[in-house]
Protein backbone atom coordinates (compact mmCIF):
# COMPACT_ATOMS: atom_id res chain seq x y z
CA UNK A 1 0.00 0.00 0.00
CA UNK A 2 1.45 3.56 -1.01
CA UNK A 3 2.11 5.72 2.36
CA UNK A 4 -0.28 8.29 1.20
CA UNK A 5 -3.07 5.56 0.85
CA UNK A 6 -1.94 4.87 3.96
CA UNK A 7 -2.04 8.28 5.39
CA UNK A 8 -5.04 8.73 4.28
CA UNK A 9 -6.36 5.26 5.87
CA UNK A 10 -4.97 6.41 9.18
CA UNK A 11 -6.86 9.82 9.02
CA UNK A 12 -10.59 7.70 8.23
CA UNK A 13 -9.20 5.53 11.09
CA UNK A 14 -8.87 8.53 13.53
CA UNK A 15 -11.86 10.45 12.29
CA UNK A 16 -14.14 7.77 13.42
CA UNK A 17 -12.20 7.19 16.80
CA UNK A 18 -11.99 11.08 17.89
CA UNK A 19 -15.60 11.23 16.84
CA UNK A 20 -17.68 8.40 16.44
CA UNK A 21 -20.74 8.08 14.75
CA UNK A 22 -23.88 6.99 16.38
CA UNK A 23 -22.62 6.68 19.96
CA UNK A 24 -25.23 6.57 22.24
CA UNK A 25 -28.42 3.84 23.67
CA UNK A 26 -31.69 3.00 22.47
CA UNK A 27 -34.52 1.94 24.27
CA UNK A 28 -34.94 -2.01 25.03
CA UNK A 29 -36.98 -2.88 23.96
CA UNK A 30 -37.89 -2.18 21.46
CA UNK A 31 -33.99 -2.46 20.26
CA UNK A 32 -32.38 -5.11 20.88
CA UNK A 33 -28.95 -4.83 23.07
CA UNK A 34 -25.72 -7.36 22.24
CA UNK A 35 -22.57 -6.76 23.99
CA UNK A 36 -18.80 -7.84 22.92
CA UNK A 37 -15.72 -8.52 24.80
CA UNK A 38 -12.47 -9.15 23.27
CA UNK A 39 -10.70 -10.36 26.22
CA UNK A 40 -7.21 -9.94 24.49
CA UNK A 41 -7.52 -6.04 24.77
CA UNK A 42 -9.90 -5.33 27.16
CA UNK A 43 -12.47 -4.13 23.91
CA UNK A 44 -16.06 -3.73 25.01
CA UNK A 45 -18.70 -3.47 22.65
CA UNK A 46 -22.16 -2.82 23.41
CA UNK A 47 -24.85 -2.21 20.51
CA UNK A 48 -28.52 -1.29 20.22
CA UNK A 49 -30.14 -2.83 16.96
CA UNK A 50 -33.83 -1.78 15.61
CA UNK A 51 -35.54 -3.55 13.45
CA UNK A 52 -38.34 -2.42 11.54
CA UNK A 53 -40.50 -5.61 11.13
CA UNK A 54 -38.84 -8.79 12.75
CA UNK A 55 -40.69 -11.21 10.77
CA UNK A 56 -39.50 -10.26 7.29
CA UNK A 57 -36.06 -12.08 8.54
CA UNK A 58 -33.42 -10.92 5.59
CA UNK A 59 -35.35 -8.61 4.17
CA UNK A 60 -36.24 -6.66 7.35
CA UNK A 61 -34.07 -3.38 7.86
CA UNK A 62 -31.90 -1.78 10.16
CA UNK A 63 -34.04 1.45 10.98
CA UNK A 64 -31.62 2.35 14.27
CA UNK A 65 -28.41 1.42 15.39
CA UNK A 66 -26.29 2.68 18.48
CA UNK A 67 -22.78 1.96 19.77
CA UNK A 68 -21.55 2.09 23.30
CA UNK A 69 -18.67 0.84 24.97
CA UNK A 70 -15.04 1.30 25.23
CA UNK A 71 -11.50 -0.11 24.05
CA UNK A 72 -8.62 0.41 21.39
CA UNK A 73 -8.74 2.83 18.84
CA UNK A 74 -9.09 -0.28 16.44
CA UNK A 75 -12.30 -1.75 17.88
CA UNK A 76 -14.10 1.92 18.23
CA UNK A 77 -13.37 3.30 14.84
CA UNK A 78 -14.45 -0.65 13.25
CA UNK A 79 -17.73 0.06 15.42
CA UNK A 80 -18.36 3.50 14.59
CA UNK A 81 -17.28 2.53 10.54
CA UNK A 82 -19.74 -0.54 11.10
CA UNK A 83 -22.94 1.69 12.50
CA UNK A 84 -22.43 4.51 9.60
CA UNK A 85 -22.64 1.43 6.77
CA UNK A 86 -25.44 -0.70 7.56
CA UNK A 87 -27.52 1.81 9.25
CA UNK A 88 -30.70 1.74 7.23
CA UNK A 89 -29.60 -1.13 5.26
CA UNK A 90 -31.86 -4.64 5.19
CA UNK A 91 -30.26 -8.11 7.02
CA UNK A 92 -29.48 -9.76 3.79
CA UNK A 93 -27.67 -5.98 3.18
CA UNK A 94 -26.10 -6.00 6.16
CA UNK A 95 -24.42 -10.17 6.26
CA UNK A 96 -23.63 -9.82 2.84
CA UNK A 97 -21.25 -6.78 3.72
CA UNK A 98 -20.26 -8.43 7.38
CA UNK A 99 -19.00 -11.43 5.10
CA UNK A 100 -17.48 -9.18 2.55
CA UNK A 101 -15.47 -7.58 5.96
CA UNK A 102 -14.66 -10.61 7.78
CA UNK A 103 -13.37 -11.76 4.79
CA UNK A 104 -11.20 -9.10 4.01
CA UNK A 105 -9.80 -9.67 7.29
CA UNK A 106 -9.29 -13.14 7.42
CA UNK A 107 -8.08 -13.81 3.37
CA UNK A 108 -5.10 -11.62 4.56
CA UNK A 109 -4.69 -12.95 8.17
CA UNK A 110 -4.25 -16.83 6.12
CA UNK A 111 -1.66 -15.13 3.60
CA UNK A 112 0.31 -13.82 6.65
CA UNK A 113 0.24 -17.04 8.23
CA UNK A 114 -2.39 -16.02 11.48
CA UNK A 115 -2.85 -18.83 13.61
CA UNK A 116 -5.92 -20.45 12.06
CA UNK A 117 -7.94 -20.01 15.66
CA UNK A 118 -10.92 -17.49 13.65
CA UNK A 119 -14.10 -17.64 15.35
CA UNK A 120 -15.85 -18.14 11.42
CA UNK A 121 -13.66 -19.21 9.14
CA UNK A 122 -12.58 -17.67 6.17
CA UNK A 123 -15.50 -18.22 2.69
CA UNK A 124 -14.05 -19.10 -0.20
CA UNK A 125 -13.48 -16.14 -2.57
CA UNK A 126 -16.46 -17.62 -5.09
CA UNK A 127 -18.46 -17.18 -1.59
CA UNK A 128 -17.72 -13.98 -0.82
CA UNK A 129 -20.56 -11.16 -2.17
CA UNK A 130 -19.47 -8.07 -4.23
CA UNK A 131 -19.95 -5.46 -2.19
CA UNK A 132 -18.38 -2.03 -1.96
CA UNK A 133 -16.41 -1.79 1.71
CA UNK A 134 -16.26 2.44 0.97
CA UNK A 135 -14.27 3.53 4.40
CA UNK A 136 -14.09 0.02 5.80
CA UNK A 137 -11.47 -0.77 3.39
CA UNK A 138 -9.29 1.51 5.85
CA UNK A 139 -9.30 -1.17 8.11
CA UNK A 140 -7.25 -3.55 5.52
CA UNK A 141 -4.31 -2.08 7.28
CA UNK A 142 -5.18 -4.40 10.59
CA UNK A 143 -4.10 -7.58 8.78
CA UNK A 144 -0.62 -6.69 9.39
CA UNK A 145 -1.10 -7.40 13.03
CA UNK A 146 -2.72 -10.67 13.09
CA UNK A 147 -3.99 -9.67 16.91
CA UNK A 148 -5.39 -6.78 16.23
CA UNK A 149 -7.99 -8.57 13.53
CA UNK A 150 -10.45 -9.65 16.74
CA UNK A 151 -10.05 -5.57 17.58
CA UNK A 152 -11.73 -4.88 14.18
CA UNK A 153 -14.25 -7.92 13.92
CA UNK A 154 -15.23 -7.46 17.24
CA UNK A 155 -18.32 -5.05 16.80
CA UNK A 156 -19.18 -7.16 13.75
CA UNK A 157 -19.86 -10.58 15.65
CA UNK A 158 -21.84 -8.10 18.04
CA UNK A 159 -24.04 -7.27 15.35
CA UNK A 160 -25.15 -10.59 14.09
CA UNK A 161 -25.74 -11.58 17.57
CA UNK A 162 -27.79 -8.83 18.05
CA UNK A 163 -29.51 -9.26 14.33
CA UNK A 164 -29.91 -12.90 15.24
CA UNK A 165 -31.65 -11.69 18.96
CA UNK A 166 -33.60 -9.05 16.85
CA UNK A 167 -35.04 -11.66 14.89
CA UNK A 168 -35.69 -14.16 16.84
Known sequence: MSSGLEDLY??????????????GELP???????EGFNPLCGDEIVLYVNVDDP????????TDLRVG?????????????MSAA?????????????????????????????????????PE????????LGDLEALR???????RIKCATLAWNTLAQGIDEALT
Not at 28 to 34: E, F, G, I, Q, S
Open 10 to 23: REIILDHYRSPRNR
Open 28 to 34: VPPAVRA
Open 55 to 62: SKGDAATV
Open 69 to 81: GQGCSISQASASM
Open 86 to 122: VKGKTIAQIRDLTTAFKSMMSIHESSLGGDGEEEDPA
Open 125 to 132: PAEVPQVD
Open 141 to 147: GVVKFPV
